[in-house]
């Protein structure tokens, strides 16, 4: 497809199970970025990749996140041993560019509930 | 740390006319760029507007207009003739010098369009 593409687009959970959330980037983005938005608040930065690598890993809230990206291309985001505080959208974007002026393109999200 | 401020939850506008969404920022990097996204109910998260800081003149696309306001700190979104289709949430973003274009978004403000 032309866009950002995630799956699942929801997924329901009981707690303390595992979870994998993933993001297709647009084709040739080398910059692909995971956000959480919590309902009715903002964008949370979770991590970064630069290629197959993440220079900055520094928003994943704790060690239960993790995220790899294979093949410059798709990225997977797990959580493990889910919480209900883990309930969020997560949105996934990728950008052409990882420089200063490059316009992100985002997917629409992956709605995650912990019951 | 840099910061995104939009003190406004929610705003109301009539149809065709303009309004403006606030925003203000906070950082001590000279070099930085201030975004504006929208999300409509669906989700997905639509670029609107960039401007860089060293920009002399405002940025303009179509309906959207950013006032920049420098010694301010602030980037306000004006729509103008507002529609229908505007209702959303507008998010104000920011990304500086060497942040990999991580973005940094505010609370976001809730925007409804009256016919």
């Known amino acids: 497809g032309a866009g950002v593409s995630q799956s699942p687009s929801n997924k329901v959970t009981e707690k303390g199970k595992d979870v994998e959330l993933r993001c297709d980037p647009i084709?040739?983005?080398?910059?692909l970025y995971w956000y959480r938005q919590r309902l009715g608040q903002g964008l949370e930065f979770l991590i970064y990749?630069?290629?197959?690598?993440?220079?900055?890993k520094s928003g994943l809230p704790s060690d239960r996140f993790s995220a790899e990206r294979t093949g410059e291309s798709v990225s997977t985001l797990t959580i493990q041993r889910t919480q209900q505080e883990d309930s969020a959208v997560y949105l996934c974007?990728?950008?052409?560019?990882?420089?200063?002026?490059?316009?992100?393109?985002f997917g629409e999200g992956s709605r995650l509930t912990v019951l | 740390a840099q910061k995104i401020t939009q003190t406004q939850p929610g705003m109301f506008v009539q149809e065709k006319e303009a309004v403006t969404l606030d925003c203000t920022y906070d950082?001590?990097?000279?070099?930085?760029?201030l975004f504006w996204y929208k999300q409509p109910s669906s989700g997905e998260m639509i670029f609107l507007i960039y401007?860089?800081?060293?920009?002399?003149q405002n940025a303009t696309e179509g309906r959207y207009s950013l006032n920049f306001q420098k010694a301010r700190k602030s980037a306000n979104l004006v729509i103008s003739a507002s529609q229908l289709g505007d209702s959303a949430m507008y998010f104000c973003?920011?990304?500086?010098?060497?942040?990999?274009?991580?973005?940094?978004f505010g609370g976001g403000t809730r925007l409804m369009v009256k016919p």
């Open positions: 974007a990728s950008s052409l560019n990882p420089g200063f002026y490059g316009e992100l393109f």
């Open positions: 084709s040739g983005h080398t910059a």
């Open positions: 990749f630069q290629g197959n690598s993440a220079p900055d």
């Open positions: 950082t001590s990097d000279p070099s930085y760029g």
């Open positions: 401007q860089g800081s060293y920009d002399q």
């Open positions: 973003a920011m990304t500086y010098n060497n942040a990999g274009n991580m973005l940094t």
